[in-house]
Nanobody
Framework: QARVMESGGGSVAAGGSLRLSCTVS??????????MSWHRQAPGRQRALVAS???????TYEDSVKGRFTISRDNAKNTVYLQMNRLEPEDTAIYYC?????????????WGQGTQVTVSS
């Protein structure tokens, strides 16, 4: 099973920026075949999709982050990024990276451990 590891979380004042990174290792499949996504979970709330990028480069964003967050990937480095600008206190959450490979008749997916993002007002 692929190993997914996030980094780049931290504490920042409202209006600031952070860049999260997520690296996939140990996968049986080349990174370009992975659909990658970022999710977040705030205290007392369910985990929710923030942004995703599929194998064709198609991108989806949750409405509240459109225009502020940017997902990108570097297939040569097996890494996906989430650039977060104009952060708001409501963005405070644990951010999780998710990797998914769709095969014929099966799906292989892995989650990272999460990285904390705290935005102070």
């Amino acid at each position: 099973q692929a190993r997914v590891m996030e980094s780049g979380g931290g504490s920042v004042a409202a209006g600031g920026s952070l860049r999260l990174s997520c690296t996939v290792s140990g996968s049986m499949h080349e990174f370009a075949r992975h659909t990658m996504s970022w999710h977040r979970q705030a205290p007392g709330r369910q985990r929710a999709l923030v942004a995703s990028m599929d194998t064709r480069g198609r991108i989806t964003y949750e409405d509240s982050v459109k225009g502020r967050f940017t997902i990108s990937r570097d297939n040569a480095k097996n890494t996906v990024y989430l650039q977060m600008n104009r952060l708001e206190p409501e963005d405070t959450a644990i951010y999780y990276c998710h990797s998914e490979v769709i095969l014929i008749g099966a799906t292989r997916d892995s989650w990272g451990q999460g990285t904390q993002v705290t935005v102070s007002s």
